[in-house]
């Protein structure tokens, strides 16, 4: 199993800037690939971005140029820098990690989820 703790979030003018930090731990071999996910009240989930662990990146558009997704592999820690911040990013963001356990079984993870409110 594997346990994923996110930090960072919480309130912000618009135009500002939150760092969220997801930290994993557990019985862990690999995480071919970390990413966030926001939902926002009645929208669906939807993919913010997501690193390999070889760095390959990848965003939502509505994030390009604002949001930068990082990891530290050591660390089995993915971060996500967000910038120019604007109201329409409220919402929940959720870490997720692929992972393969010392049994070299897959697993798909999620966070418990950590707020970002973006006011006007």
């Known amino acids: 199993q594997v346990q994923l703790v996110e930090s960072g979030g919480g309130l912000v003018q618009a135009g500002g800037s939150l760092r969220l930090s997801c930290a994993a731990s557990?019985?862990?071999?690999?995480?071919?690939?970390m990413g966030w996910y926001r939902q926002a009240p009645g929208k669906q989930r939807e993919l913010v971005a997501s690193?390999?662990?070889?760095?390959?990146?990848n965003y939502a558009d509505s994030v390009k140029g604002r949001f930068t997704i990082s990891r530290d592999n050591a660390k089995n820690t993915v971060y996500l820098q967000m910038n120019s911040l604007k109201p329409e990013d409220t919402a929940t963001y959720y870490c997720?990690?692929?992972?393969?356990?010392?049994?070299?079984?897959?697993?798909?993870?999620w966070g418990q989820g950590t707020q970002v409110t973006v006011s006007s």
């Open positions: 997720n990690a692929e992972s393969y356990g010392l049994d070299l079984k897959r697993g798909d993870y």
């Open positions: 690193i390999t662990s070889g760095g390959s990146t």
């Open positions: 557990g019985s862990i071999y690999s995480m071919p690939a």
